[in-house]
T-cell receptor
């Protein structure tokens, strides 16, 4: 069965600093991996996803993530944080394993704060 | 360009009352789902549907009913509201299950429900 672990429920960075949000997953078969962002009082919006092919995936707003099968990780990065990046970020996994019946399994989320 | 529309946005219920959260999508998506979001818990799947007339349970289905009579609509019914159902509810839709080729799920704006 799949699971998703996001390390750190809160991450704080200074404006212009590197953003690194960690996500590890467990899956018995090659997974599909997603990062979603949620701004206050809004729904979730897709940032990026990995399905097949290139393991470095670029998304919206300058974010990218790298699928590392050997480390079962899909960490989200952005070289330079902007105040507008303050939000909650969710990592999610789906595969054909059957444990989630093909649905998305979400991590508990990481709230990113950006200091001026 | 409505996407996924949820109503109502805010609702206060008394314990034991029933209500229906409405969800409609205009993207001709076969897959629809309901999640609840609680602090520190991420998003948990309540029910989902892979097409009209087909519904199935997710991780936390107890206390909720769904039906899918049309492709566009997927209402969530609370039969006898309990304080434990105080949460933010998100409806989502996609062309198919996320595990099928990594289909992207699109979320509504959320419905904030308080049960007193």
């Amino acid at each position: 069965a799949q699971s998703v672990t996001q390390l750190g429920s809160h991450v704080s960075v200074s404006e212009g600093a590197l953003v690194l949000l960690r996500c590890n997953y467990s899956s018995s078969v090659p997974p599909y991996l997603f990062w979603y962002v949620q701004y206050p009082n809004q729904g979730l919006q897709l940032l990026l996803k990995y399905t097949t092919g290139a393991t470095l995936v670029k998304g919206i707003n300058g974010f990218e993530a790298e699928f590392k099968k050997s480390e079962t990780s899909f960490h989200l990065t952005k070289p330079s944080a902007h105040m507008s990046d303050a939000a909650e970020y969710f990592c999610a996994v789906s595969d054909q394993d059957g444990g989630s019946q093909g649905n998305l399994i979400f991590g508990k989320g990481t709230k990113l704060s950006v200091k001026p | 360009n409505a996407g996924v529309t949820q109503t109502p946005k805010f609702q206060v219920l008394k314990t034991g009352q029933s209500m229906t959260l409405q969800c409609a999508q205009d993207m001709n998506h076969e897959y629809m789902s309901w999640y609840r979001q609680d602090p520190g818990m991420g998003l948990r799947l309540i029910h989902y549907s892979v097409g009209a007339g087909i519904t199935d349970q997710g991780e936390v289905p107890n206390g909720y009913n769904v039906s899918r009579s049309t492709t566009e609509d997927f209402p969530l019914r609370l039969l006898s509201a309990a304080p434990s159902q105080t949460s933010v509810y998100f409806c989502a839709s996609s062309f198919g299950l996320p595990a099928n080729s990594g289909n992207t799920i699109y979320f509504g704006e959320g419905s904030w429900l308080t049960v007193v």
